[in-house]
Nanobody
Framework: VQLQACGGGLVQAGDSLRLSCAASGRTFSTYAMGWFRQAPGKEREFVATIVWSVGSTYYANSVKGRFTIFRDLAKNTVYLQMNSLKPEDTAVYYC????????????????WGQGTQVTVSS
């Protein structure tokens, strides 16, 4: 199974972007999918996670109310709708799969996508 993230780009502050992350492979099973981001010189940080089976979600305080994580079970795809983007949202965004839990600690996620760059200009 592989995760393929896409949808990043260069936008202005206040704009919106939607990231997607598709799981490919014959069988895909996970407990949760998460989005993380990493800005230059900073540690990877949690953005949002969703429990795959029931759709319950959890967000970092910095994105709560602006970002929405959701999934399409039929397509094995998780999305991150990002609204009201700010320059501080600039980072490489990664999707990840955790087969056991839906936490905010990046090191608990076993499977990672390749990352997609989001740049927000002021």
């Amino acid at each position: 199974v592989q995760l393929q993230a896409c949808g990043g780009g260069l936008v202005q502050a206040g704009d919106s972007l939607r990231l997607s992350c598709a799981a490919s492979g014959r069988t895909f099973s996970t407990y949760a999918m998460g989005w993380f981001r990493q800005a230059p010189g900073k540690e990877r940080e949690f953005v949002a996670t969703i429990v795959w089976s029931v759709g319950s979600t959890y967000y970092a305080n910095s994105v709560k109310g602006r970002f929405t994580i959701f999934r399409d079970l039929a397509k094995n795809t998780v999305y991150l709708q990002m609204n009201s983007l700010k320059p501080e949202d600039t980072a490489v965004y990664y999707c990840a799969s955790d087969a056991q839990r839906s936490g905010s600690r990046w090191y608990e996620y076993a499977l990672w996508g390749q990352g997609t760059q989001v740049t927000v200009s002021s």
